[in-house]
């Protein structure tokens, strides 16, 4: 017997919703490779900040990486393990060393943007075969990177001339 038959899902919808995991686990993994890039790179006037920021993403990332992984193999799945692999089918590309907060910062807050949408979308397929479980995991990253996303550009947009 197999784990989808005892969670009544269907292998067919499974099978969807687990390529659409893949998807979303390749570009996590170039994700955090880009965030370790940052935090063992940074200077300048946000260093201190920076720094410890990007290490907590990238310790979430991870956590992810690990989330995303198990529910694929939930659903019947194998995930990739290949790093080679992952930077053939991701669409987030690996960033070239990157020392300016600023510019680390534009980055981070693009790769969210892709990647909120891009859970929306695995959010969506999921419930069109009524997996809730993966439907509440997107759910959940959702109201975090929303929330994350709303503070990153709070800081970033500062104006140092106001008074």
Not at 23 to 41: A, G, I, K, P
Request: glycine residues 6%; charged residues 30%; proline residues 1%.
């Amino acid at each position: 017997m197999k784990t989808l038959d005892y969670l009544h899902l269907d292998a067919s919808g499974a099978s969807k919703v687990t390529k659409a995991l893949q998807q979303l686990l390749s570009d996590y993994q170039v994700f955090y490779t880009n965030l370790r890039n940052f935090h063992w790179n940074i200077k300048g006037h946000g260093f201190f900040v920076l720094h410890s920021k990007f290490e907590e993403l990238y310790d979430d990332t991870a956590e992810k990486v690990d989330e995303i992984a198990e529910r694929i193999l939930m659903l019947g799945g194998v995930p990739e393990n290949k790093f080679s692999e992952y930077l053939k089918t991701s669409k987030i590309k690996e960033t070239e060393v990157t020392t300016c907060g600023e510019q680390a910062l534009k980055n981070v807050l693009d790769t969210y943007g892709y990647l909120i949408g891009e859970e929306r979308k695995v959010l969506a397929l999921a419930g069109e075969v009524n997996d809730e479980s993966t439907v509440a995991l997107m759910s959940d990253y959702l109201k975090e990177q929303e929330k994350l996303v709303w503070m990153l550009v709070a800081y970033s947009t500062c104006d140092c001339k106001e008074k």
